[in-house]
C-alpha cells in the first residue's frame, strides 16, 4: 500500500546496526532509537513518546508482508493458531514489533539491508532482535552481498521458540 513506504536510515558499527531512524511521511509517523537513548515514537506534531520495554513474552500478535505472504510464512504462523496477524508494507513491520504491537515478524521473501537496518537498530533498543534464520545468529551489515537471508524479528530473547 502507497501510505505504507518509508525512509531508512542507519548507523551500521562492525557489522551492527547501531541507531536507526525510520520515517512513514504520508502516515507522518517517525521512530527512531539507540541502545543508549532507547526507542522514540512521534505522530505528526505529537510529543515523541519513549517506547516502554515489555517482559511479557506471550505471542498475541504477528506481522506479515502483505505483498509477500508465501507458503512459508503462512506455515510459520500456523504455529500460533491464537495469534492475531496485521499485514502490511515496508519497514513499519519491524517498528510493530519495537513498539510490542506485534511480537513476531518472519521473512523468507528477499530484502536488502537498507530496508530493515534502521528498524532493527530501533527493535535492539528494545531488547529485541533480528535474527538469521538459517543460523539462529543476529542479522549482520555491510556484507558484500547486502541481500539478507531469511529472518525472524521478535520482541525479546525471552522466547523460547526454535526455528
Not at 2 to 7: A, G, I, P, Y
Not at 79 to 99: D, H, R
Request: hydrophobic residues 40%.
Amino acid at each position: 500500500m502507497l501510505t505504507e513506504f518509508t525512509v531508512n536510515i542507519a548507523l551500521i558499527h562492525l557489522g551492527k546496526p547501531i541507531m536507526g531512524v525510520v520515517y512513514a511521511p504520508v502516515l507522518d509517523w517517525l521512530y527512531w532509537g539507540s541502545l543508549e537513548s532507547g526507542a522514540w515514537k512521534q505522530v505528526g506534531n505529537q510529543e515523541p513518546e519513549k517506547l516502554a520495554k515489555v517482559n511479557d513474552s506471550s505471542i498475541k500478535t504477528i506481522v506479515a508482508s502483505r505483498s509477500h505472504m508465501d507458503q512459508e510464512t503462512k506455515d510459520f504462523i500456523a504455529k500460533y493458531p491464537e495469534a492475531k496477524i496485521i499485514n502490511m508494507g515496508s519497514s513499519l513491520k519491524i517498528t510493530l514489533v519495537a513498539e510490542n504491537k506485534a511480537q513476531l515478524y518472519p521473512r523468507f521473501r528477499p530484502t536488502m539491508e537498507w530496508d530493515t537496518a534502521a528498524a532493527h537498530a530501533i527493535v535492539l533498543a528494545m531488547e529485541g532482535e533480528v535474527l538469521n534464520l538459517s543460523e539462529g545468529t543476529p542479522l549482520i551489515y555491510n556484507k558484500e552481498n547486502l541481500l539478507n537471508p531469511s529472518f525472524l524479528v521478535r520482541t525479546s530473547k525471552f522466547h523460547s521458540e526454535t526455528f
